[in-house]
């Protein structure tokens, strides 16, 4: 399985108007392929949106988006936003072996969004370290999902967390410090880059 996070900066006071035009359309876009959860900044990059897709592989997710689109006549996807995006950024990624398959649920709604940049050979011992402390640091809050890229680069180890609110993130973080749980003891190194974003899922999000 692959998954597609689609990153989009909308335009300063569009965000009301990104939203109505996406919750126009994702039900019809789901009837071919589901969407795990979109989400908006809170903190950070502001006007910013997240959307992940899971695929089968790259070949499913290339004829998905090349049926919605065509669907009577490119009515069904995709939204009418070019007026309200700046940009957007799509990125691959696989699920890390313990990721749990993101299922529609209410464990937020506050989300953080971890994107780490290691050295690529190193990514095998940070998914092992992940996994050997995964189980402790749940029972603390739960994992949205975490992910790998093995084409290199930047960015390329990403973990999402779900809280009820900001008390109860800063809460488990220290708990899982004071512990000794988290971060994962058996880490290989430190991350190079840290970015961390602070999401909220839009009414539409399977995911809250």
Known sequence: MIYELRTYNVRTGKVPGYHKAFAEKIEGRMKYSR??????????HLNQMVAIWPYDDLDQRIEVRHLVESVDCGTV???????????????????APFMK??????????????IYSYPPEAIPTVIDAFADAITEREKLSPMAGCWYSDFGGVNNFVSMWAYSSFEE???????AQDRGVWPPPKAPMPPSAQVTKILWPAAFSPMQ
């Open 169 to 175: 993130r800063l809460r488990v973080r220290k708990d």
């Open 77 to 95: 996807w995709p939204p009418q936003s070019g007026n309200v995006i700046g940009d957007m950024k799509s990125e691959i990624y696989f699920p």
């Open 35 to 44: 969407m795990a959860g979109h989400w908006y900044t809170e903190v950070r």
């Open 101 to 114: 398959p993101m299922e529609p649920r209410k464990i937020g709604p506050l989300y953080e969004m971890r």
